[in-house]
């Protein structure tokens, strides 16, 4: 997965605040591959900056890294946001510019999900997937016609 993303990286850790700031999405946001925002949280970004790379883009895939039970989780960002990022338990998967139709690349995350949530490693309920593990470990298969996984998408 390494050689056709531009990014795989955790979010950040967070100062969290009651109201304003930016949007975080944590792990109880992702779940049944689409993204909740009920659950999210705000982080004051004026005494803590959060890089440009982790402000979620349409396309991205977040996948939760941490916990037995919630590790693996996938969900695909469908819609342009703005002042959102995720803490430091969900993975920021981002593919390279126009390698993908946006919808195959969440797809065929979502099709290995599983697979995914089998690569943690640790003990007691503090399982943790490793960045390195997603880039090595992990083979993204594809047509390079855009159009041809636009097809598979919708069929």
């Keep these: 997965m390494g ?3 531009e990014l795989i990286n955790r979010g950040v850790s967070p ?5 304003g700031g930016m ?3 944590n792990q109880k946001c992702i ?3 689409s993204i909740n925002f009920e659950p999210s949280r705000f982080h004051d970004a004026k005494s803590k ?3 440009d790379e982790k402000n979620i883009k349409k396309g991205d895939v977040l996948i939760n890294s941490t916990g037995t039970g919630t590790l693996g989780r996938v969900a695909q960002v469908r ?3 703005q002042n959102v990022t ?3 338990h969900v993975t920021i998967v ?4 126009n390698m993908f139709f946006i919808d195959f690349f969440g797809w065929a995350l979502i099709f290995i999900e599983k697979e995914i949530a089998k690569r943690g490693e640790g003990c007691g309920g503090q399982t943790e997937l490793a960045r390195s593990t997603l880039k090595k470990d992990f083979l993204i298969c594809f047509p390079k016609s855009l159009k041809t996984q636009q097809t598979i998408v919708q069929n």
Aim: hydrophobic share 35%; with cysteine.
């Design 3 to 5: 050689e056709v993303c």
């Design 15 to 19: 100062k969290y605040i009651e109201n």
């Design 23 to 25: 949007i975080v999405l």
């Design 31 to 33: 779940r049944d591959h």
């Design 49 to 51: 900056k959060v890089s």
């Design 79 to 81: 819609e342009e946001l």
């Design 86 to 88: 995720v803490d430091s």
């Design 94 to 97: 981002r593919p390279i510019p």
